[in-house]
T-cell receptor
Framework: DPKIIQKPKYLVAVTGSEKILICEQYLGHNAMYWYRQSAKKPLEFMFSYSYQKLMDNQTASSRFQPQSSKKNHLDLQITALKPDDSATYFC?????????????FGSGTRLTVL | AQSVTQPDARVTVSEGASLQLRCKYSYSATPYLFWYVQYPRQGLQLLLKYYSGDPVVQGVNGFEAEFSKSNSSFHLRKASVHWSDSAVYFCAVSPFNTGNYKYVFGAGTRLKVIA
């Protein structure tokens, strides 16, 4: 059974719309992350959270907003979507933040913006 | 700034042949080092990681990697590849100090194993 669930697997959106990407982890981890993978930038760090607190934000745009309603949830809201936002978005988690921790990844949400 | 370079975007090897995927990092101190693999339509999975000690670390499915401080490298090896090893392989570093939480990944090497 997958331990990190991302929903939906595929998402098609129109330019200017808003979407929420869902992530839940059942590993009992304290840290969660969002990464983005596209042809232009293979694996790009976006956010890290620890105990529901934002620790690092490497996205240049405020259109990307993570939301953590529970310790094992980290959703990603994207507003005013652009075609350049088309990518696969991966949620990941680790027992704790940084250092030697292994990252565990979900299978991703593939977003296409038309 | 820390960085990870995987100089080979694509590698093709014959089944049964040996494999080396290269990784060089740039960081002010020796970071934690990782290799991850991504199979089609899946997230990344850990192959192996290095903290300290023996520079050769063993991973899953017969993979190993060798750390070289003098070369700032962490190359991945396998003695005999199988067709199921076809995937994208990512080298990654994580800072040694706990004040910086960001993993840095290389661009990845796409491995194709042919019959």
């Amino acid at each position: 059974d997958p331990k990190i669930i991302q929903k939906p697997k595929y998402l098609v959106a129109v330019t200017g719309s808003e979407k929420i990407l869902i992530c839940e982890q059942y590993l009992g981890h304290n840290a969660m992350y969002w990464y983005r993978q596209s042809a232009k930038k293979p694996l790009e760090f976006m956010f890290s959270y620890s105990y529901q607190k934002l620790m690092d934000n490497q996205t240049a745009s405020s259109r990307f907003q993570p939301q953590s309603s529970k310790k094992n949830h980290l959703d990603l809201q994207i507003t005013a979507l652009k075609p350049d936002d088309s990518a696969t978005y991966f949620c990941a988690s680790s027992q704790d933040l940084g250092g030697p921790e292994t990252l565990y990844f979900g299978s991703g949400t593939r977003l296409t913006v038309l | 700034a820390q960085s990870v370079t995987q100089p080979d975007a694509r590698v093709t090897v014959s089944e049964g042949a040996s494999l080396q995927l290269r990784c060089k990092y740039s960081y002010s101190a020796t970071p934690y080092l990782f290799w991850y693999v991504q199979y089609p339509r899946q997230g990344l999975q850990l192959l192996l990681k290095y903290y300290s000690g023996d520079p050769v670390v063993q991973g899953v499915n017969g993979f190993e990697a060798e750390f070289s401080k003098s070369n700032s490298s962490f190359h991945l090896r396998k003695a005999s590849v199988h067709w199921s090893d076809s995937a994208v392989y990512f080298c990654a570093v994580s800072p040694f100090n706990t004040g910086n939480y960001k993993y840095v990944f290389g661009a990845g090497t796409r491995l194709k194993v042919i019959a």
